[in-house]
């Protein structure tokens, strides 16, 4: 067995020891906090904002649970980070599996592309809202703070989403930096 | 016999300490035996890391003539630290536990918890004394 079907079988055995909660009821307590945002922000920008700083915040508490169920290691590069997110932590915490796609190790970056999205079902946007929200904007924040907690700095962008009629979601991942917080022994 | 145990976080403050049936009390300076245990922590780590024949290697427990001394890190740098006496076996799944069971049901999902602020959730030490109390190393 292969590295990858290794992750998608852990990816099985954790999702099924996870507590779940209805799915729907999920989507539709997001579609209300998304709904609620547009109603109190000012701009289309400071939602897409906001919905990427409480996945952030989200994230750095996520990882916790993540590394503890799952018990994987430390990742050898940016490569087996992105098989490790889409194959168990989507399926952990999501249900379900993405695929990583143009990976590209030069520029230290990849896509997830996720032709399933829990968060978009039932969701059709009004024509003044498709150019500039970005409405699963929360799972950016989750993946950026998540990443910052096991020392990589990354960027997070929706560079496709259904709802503005593309085919699957598609979120791009690019790492920024390694954070060292090792201080060197007889430095303090 | 279960002495102590400490939680530093990432930014190795000290965010959790818990005793039992430790006869010698904790030295008035509290913070610097902290800080000390940090310093060790590190210097360890970094040795065992510098001298390991292999690939990697972590460090787990040390014992003295007196207490050995249980190391969990997570990856997210969280600390995890279980003073007992030097013959109990090595403690490294239960703080691996502490950390599963415990650490992240009640506290990282603990909405009152702000991240790197001391642990003063009163049903996370219930638990954890219980946890401590149940082993048969206790």
């Given amino acids: 067995m292969n590295r990858n079907q290794n992750l998608q079988k852990l990816g099985e055995q954790a999702y099924n020891k996870i507590e779940k909660i209805n799915g729907e009821l999920f989507t539709l307590t997001y579609g209300a906090i998304v709904c609620q945002l547009i109603k109190e922000l000012d701009s289309l920008d400071e939602v897409n904002n906001q919905l990427d700083k409480m996945g952030y915040n989200i994230g750095l508490r996520l990882i916790d649970e993540f590394l503890a169920r799952s018990n994987l290691g430390r990742c050898r590069d940016i490569k087996e980070t ?90 791009k991942v690019k790492l920024i930096e390694i954070l060292t917080t090792e201080i060197p022994v007889g430095d303090e | 016999m279960i002495y102590a145990l400490y939680i530093f976080d990432r930014n190795d403050k000290c965010i959790f300490y818990r005793e039992w049936e430790r006869s010698k009390s904790r030295p008035d300076n509290v913070k610097e035996e902290e800080q000390l245990m940090v310093g060790l922590l590190k210097a360890l780590k970094s040795f065992v890391s510098k001298t390991t024949p292999t690939e990697s290697a972590v460090f787990d427990n040390y014992a003295t003539s007196t207490y050995k001394l249980h190391y969990f890190e997570s990856g997210t740098g969280i600390k995890f630290v279980l003073i007992s006496d030097p013959k109990t076996a090595s403690l490294g799944q239960e703080l691996r536990e502490i950390y599963r069971d415990y650490y992240v049901e009640y506290i990282s999902k603990n909405p009152l918890y702000k991240l790197g602020s001391p642990i003063n959730c009163a049903s996370f030490t219930v638990a954890i004394d219980k946890f401590i109390k149940g082993l048969t190393s206790f």
């Fill in chain 1, 82 to 171: 992105a098989e490790v997110i889409t194959k168990v932590g989507f399926k952990m915490f999501f249900g379900v599996t993405a695929n990583v796609a143009n990976f590209n190790p030069k520029k230290q970056s990849f896509l997830i592309q996720l032709e399933d999205n829990p968060l978009i079902d039932f969701v059709e946007l009004p024509p003044q809202y498709k150019d500039k929200l970005s409405y699963s904007n929360l799972l950016c924040g989750v993946i950026r703070g998540a990443l910052e907690m096991v020392q990589m700095k990354v960027v997070c962008t929706i560079k496709k989403c259904p709802l503005k009629g593309d085919e699957i979601t598609e979120i």
